[in-house]
């Protein structure tokens, strides 16, 4: 089965607007990150074709939610752009494992119990990357922000570990993890 990413956004970002231009940039820079995170793991053997696809459409959510300062005017909250995605892509009929990267790479993944203990507007159940290419794709998305005031703000592993544990602590542990275990730390 061949996807085109782009055919996929454009069904619901017209091409003109400045949401899909936010879109597809970001997809891209993080599809190149994937990639050379990918090339850098490759004894671990991860699947290329499928993150190039799945780096693009990890994002597509987020026009459902509300996120003015990126353009976002739909009316769910930001933080379920990533389980909204997964939806789209789900309807859609594609593979489950694209839609499971768009659910599992907000944050460092969502555990059931930061849901619940957060009253977090997402179903009780974990959203935390399993596979290597949900992992890939989810650490190159915190090295470049959607937003236009921070978009060309050069991210280190220690600025994504700070934000993240403004988020909570056990996303900046899992980010931690991940950079010893994939040798990252000169990302």
């Not at 509300?66 to 752009?81: Q, V």
């Not at 596979?131 to 470049?144: N, P, T, V």
Request: glycine share 6%.
């Amino acid at each position: 089965m061949t996807i085109d990413p782009i055919l996929i956004i454009e069904q619901f970002y017209p091409p003109q607007t400045q949401l899909y231009q936010v879109l597809v940039v970001h997809s891209r820079i993080v599809t190149q990150k994937s990639l050379e995170i990918a090339e850098h793991l490759s004894g671990l053997d991860p699947d290329v074709e499928f993150i190039k696809t799945a780096a693009m459409l990890h994002d597509i959510g987020i026009f459902k939610t509300r996120a003015l300062s990126i353009g976002c005017t739909g009316t769910d909250p930001y933080i379920r752009h990533g389980y909204l995605g997964r939806k789209l892509l789900d309807e859609l009929g594609l593979p489950p494992e694209y839609g499971l990267v768009c659910e599992r790479h907000t944050g460092a993944g969502i555990t059931r119990e930061n849901i619940v203990s957060n009253t977090l507007p997402l179903p009780p159940r974990d959203m935390v990357p399993q596979s290597l290419e949900e992992k890939i794709i989810c650490i190159a998305d915190k090295y470049h922000s959607k937003n236009p005031k921070y978009s060309d703000q050069k991210m280190t592993v220690e600025s994504i570990l700070e934000s993240l544990e403004k988020i909570d602590d056990s996303h900046a542990r899992r980010f931690s993890g991940w950079v010893k275990e994939f040798n990252l730390k000169q990302w």
